[in-house]
């Protein structure tokens, strides 16, 4: 299996415009989840899907930010408008609930950066 | 609410020095605790789950350890390709599937 993939790996954008990341989770896997690092507050859980389905958003910074997966395949993470606190490393993971607790499997990261 | 702290921030061994990262954790209900190893640039990659006090996993010179209160990775005649960053995660048993964090451990040995 190729793991979690994100793209793009980078991105570098202007204050106001929008953003979008994406997320290919591990095949068979039925939980997703968006991740924010930055140095002052370290891993962040953002929101997470279980069978396409958003189960916990509450560490949605605002509503600038908004998160779809529209099949167990695909996630998308947008911001708009984007602002410079936003700069930060995002992570997708993905975990499969067939086990005593999900471990979660990350992908490469997306590292964003608003000018 | 759940709160997860690792010391030392940052550690600097030679190689072939033991040591030890500690990951302490308060929580209602613990359902697992997570070792992750992060190198730069790059995602966690999982290491460890261990789910009740007692409980030890090994793998190569890695070994994890659990209490009711805190949880230790041991680091046994460390190579220069351990160094990494560390991250210790909790899984509450309310919490559904949400994973909290601690700071991380900054692990650099040296040649």
């Known amino acids: 299996d190729a793991g979690v993939i994100q793209s793009p790996r980078h991105e570098v954008t202007e204050m106001g415009q929008e953003v979008t990341l994406r997320c290919k989770p591990i095949s068979g896997h039925d939980y997703l989840f968006w991740y924010r690092q930055t140095m002052m507050r370290g891993l962040e859980l953002l929101i997470y899907f279980n069978n396409n389905v958003p189960i916990d958003d509450s560490g949605m910074p605002e509503d600038r930010f908004s998160a779809k997966m529209p099949n167990a395949s695909f996630s998308t993470l947008k911001i708009q408008p984007s602002e410079p606190r936003d700069s930060a490393v995002y992570f997708c993971?993905?975990?499969?609930?067939?086990?005593?607790?999900?471990?979660?499997?990350f992908g490469a990261g997306t590292r964003l950066s608003v000018l | 609410e759940d709160q997860v702290t690792q010391s030392p921030e940052a550690l600097r061994l030679q190689e072939g020095e033991s040591s030890s990262l500690n990951c302490s954790y308060t929580v209602s209900g613990l359902r697992g605790l997570f070792w992750y190893r992060q190198d730069p640039g790059k995602g966690p990659e999982f290491l460890f789950t261990?789910?009740?006090a007692g409980e030890e996993k090994e793998k190569e010179r890695l070994k994890a350890t659990l209490t009711k209160k805190e949880s230790f990775l041991h680091i046994t005649a460390p190579k220069p390709e351990d160094s990494a960053t560390y991250l210790c995660a909790v899984q509450e048993e309310t919490s559904g599937s949400r994973l909290t964090f601690g700071e991380g451990t900054q692990l650099t040995v040296n040649p």
């Open positions: 993971a993905s975990s499969f609930s067939g086990r005593r607790t999900n471990i979660q499997y």
């Open positions: 261990l789910y009740s």
